[in-house]
């Protein structure tokens, strides 16, 4: 097994143990227990089906695709999956950011700040072709809403592993805000 499920608590600034300050983010692993499994042969892949005990009174069903097989009532631990000094993709949601101009949201550089041009300092200028084909392509990159999308970041490594707390301290930031779901896997 190499996935957990994890809350995001907060970030942080802790010293590496070649004494090099970092910001770290500190994450709750939830307790979560096999229930069931999904075969080649029935469902066409091979995967663990788990619950993540989310609070004392709410807990997800949730997939993570592996080979293994394991028992149902087997409860995954954190020091099962992950040690120190593992390097980890973490994927969530990220913090939404509402509606977004093309300058916020895709990096354009807008146009000249002089010459008379003075109200198109963030406007994305020209973005069809001519007459042909007479329209915007789908797919353009425009203004419009900016996060809240799932998102991965790789290779993060692991700094501490609390086991007595199901604490999970990882060097660098990841998607979220305090309190968001997170998926830690193992690369």
């Known amino acids: 097994m190499n996935t957990i499920f994890a809350k995001k608590i907060g970030m942080t600034g802790k010293y590496t143990p070649d004494r090099a ?3 770290v983010t500190t994450l709750r692993v939830f307790p979560t227990t096999v229930v069931g499994l999904r075969t080649k042969d029935k469902h066409g892949y091979e995967a663990v089906v788990v619950k ?3 609070t004392s009174h709410k807990s997800q069903l949730r997939e ?3 080979g293994e097989k394991m ?3 087997t409860e ?3 020091e099962e999956v992950l040690k120190v000094g593992d390097v980890v993709r973490v994927a969530g949601i990220s913090k939404g950011k509402g509606f977004a101009g093309v300058v916020k949201r895709h990096g354009f550089a807008g146009g000249p700040r002089t010459h008379g041009q003075s109200d198109r300092e963030r406007a994305p200028g020209s973005s069809g072709s001519t007459t042909t084909p007479g329209r915007v392509y789908k797919g353009k990159r425009r203004a419009g809403r900016m996060g809240n999308e799932r998102i991965s970041v790789k290779g ?4 501490e592993v609390d086991t007595q707390n199901n604490l999970l301290t990882i060097i ?3 998607p979220g805000s305090r309190g968001g779901q997170l998926e830690v896997s193992r690369i």
Not at 156 to 159: F, G, S, T, W, Y
């Open 21 to 23: 300050r970092v910001g």
């Open 172 to 174: 660098g930031s990841v």
């Open 52 to 54: 993540s005990q989310v």
């Open 64 to 66: 993570i695709r592996t």
């Open 156 to 159: 993060l490594k692991v700094l």
């Open 71 to 73: 028992e149902p009532g």
């Open 76 to 78: 995954i631990k954190l």
